[in-house]
């Protein structure tokens, strides 16, 4: 963003989506991914709740980063204990969609339909998704742009080469 001939560079903005009652395998991988996002400089964007969110947040406020937590409910006091900006919306689980907007690219990590939707949302709105263990789509005759990985690190390089892409001024 240029304003009287400086500029400000904005980090990229990662959500993370996955349920509230994550695997132990599940948590370790948000953990790894939330650790390699922080040391990227991106933001952590999330619910803000336990599960994934809290473990993908704890990830990242060990090695310094910020998280985000947009929450359904409207008390701050909500959100776990890594969540460094509550948001607290009121809105529920319409929330997912502003999980979803706010951010450059969303890699999902596990998650039941609550999970399902951010990703459905993100796909409608040409946000990149990247999959680690996720829900799988499929429709005959129609390819579903969602990327499948295997490891966090995969994970977190495809999702900051997907944000930069967007972030990226048109040529």
């Known amino acids: 963003m240029k304003s009287s001939g400086w500029s400000v560079e904005r980090p990229l903005r990662i959500a993370v989506v996955g349920s509230s009652e994550a ?57 776990n204990p890594y969540v460094r900006l509550p948001l607290p919306t009121g809105l529920g689980e319409a929330r997912n969609a502003l999980v979803v907007r706010a951010a450059e690219a969303v890699i999902a990590i ?27 789509l499929h429709r005959p005759g129609i390819t579903v742009p969602m990327e499948t990985v295997s490891s966090p690190e995969e994970a977190v390089a495809r999702a900051l080469a997907r944000a930069r892409a967007r972030h990226a001024p048109a040529s």
């Open 23 to 79: 695997t132990p395998q599940e948590e370790a991988w948000a953990y790894t991914v939330g650790r390699r996002l922080a040391e990227a400089g991106a933001v952590v964007i999330c619910g803000g709740r336990g599960g994934v969110m809290e473990a993908v947040c704890r990830g990242a406020v060990e090695a310094g980063g910020l998280t985000v937590g947009i929450l359904p409910g409207s008390d701050p006091a909500e959100a």
């Open 110 to 136: 596990g998650g039941e339909f609550g999970t399902l939707s951010e990703i459905a949302l993100a796909l409608k709105w040409g946000i990149p998704v990247i999959g680690l263990g996720t829900w799988t």
